[in-house]
């Protein structure tokens, strides 16, 4: 299904005025979803559902590769020029196709691959707060509110929503540094 809409996506070219951003976003978007979904396969094999070190590679990643596209596309695609909303744009639609990417993996891996995951994860995170010092009914309470809120679709649209967020907020701060306006952008005024 997410292969088939980056496809219709990719299909919509037009040869001559090369790509747009929509499906730069979703050609970039897949390169960086693949990339978290490794990521994501190797902590799972690993047996570290919860795992600072994994969340501190992944957040990396995405911040590298977010500037990286956003670089990309200014250099391959607008000849080197750059506006502010552009680099918005190109770096938000990308980190929400790697989401859609990411949270279709996640979707499909408690549906159908380990149902026992979120069990799994509930666990793991229940270890990492006694570790943090929570105990008693502290604990249990914060278990309790966890349970409440975590299931099979947070898993799934969790990702979109982070990426989306995540993406937009990389975006706002890479696009201010990775910015060159053109020869003919409104900041030349001569008054």
């Given at each position: 299904?997410?292969?088939?809409?980056?496809?219709?996506?990719?299909?919509?070219?037009?040869?001559?005025?090369?790509?747009?951003?929509?499906?730069?976003?979703?050609?970039?978007?897949?390169?960086?979803?693949?990339?978290?979904?490794?990521?994501?396969?190797?902590?799972?094999?690993?047996?570290?559902?919860?795992?600072?070190?994994?969340?501190?590679?992944?957040?990396?990643?995405?911040?590298?590769?977010?500037?990286?596209?956003?670089?990309?596309?200014?250099?391959?695609?607008?000849?080197?020029?750059?506006?502010?909303?552009?680099?918005?744009?190109?770096?938000?639609?990308?980190?929400?196709?790697?989401?859609?990417?990411?949270g279709a993996f996640m979707l499909m891996l408690v549906q159908f691959f380990d149902k026992d995951y979120i069990e799994k994860f509930l666990f793991d995170l229940e270890e990492k707060y006694a570790e943090m010092g929570l105990e008693g009914e502290k604990l249990?309470?914060?278990?309790?509110?966890?349970?409440?809120?975590?299931?099979?679709?947070?898993?799934?649209?969790?990702?979109?929503?982070?990426?989306?967020?995540?993406?937009?907020?990389?975006?706002?701060?890479?696009?201010?540094?990775?910015?060159?306006?053109?020869?003919?952008?409104?900041?030349?005024?001569?008054?």
């Amino acid at each position: 299904m997410v292969s088939f809409i980056f496809a219709q996506i990719l299909k919509m070219s037009s040869e001559e005025n090369g790509p747009t951003t929509l499906q730069s976003a979703s050609t970039y978007g897949l390169f960086m979803g693949l990339g978290l979904v490794l990521i994501q396969t190797i902590q799972y094999l690993s047996d570290q559902i919860v795992s600072p070190l994994f969340s501190i590679i992944t957040v990396v990643l995405s911040i590298v590769a977010i500037v990286f596209i956003i670089k990309h596309h200014r250099e391959e695609h607008l000849n080197g020029w750059l506006e502010y909303g552009e680099g918005v744009k190109i770096g938000t639609l990308s980190s929400i196709f790697a989401g859609v990417l990411l949270g279709a993996f996640m979707l499909m891996l408690v549906q159908f691959f380990d149902k026992d995951y979120i069990e799994k994860f509930l666990f793991d995170l229940e270890e990492k707060y006694a570790e943090m010092g929570l105990e008693g009914e502290k604990l249990e309470d914060m278990m309790d509110e966890q349970r409440k809120n975590i299931n099979i679709w947070s898993f799934g649209y969790g990702p979109i929503i982070q990426y989306a967020i995540g993406g937009l907020l990389v975006s706002l701060v890479a696009a201010i540094f990775m910015r060159k306006a053109s020869d003919n952008s409104f900041e030349k005024d001569t008054i």
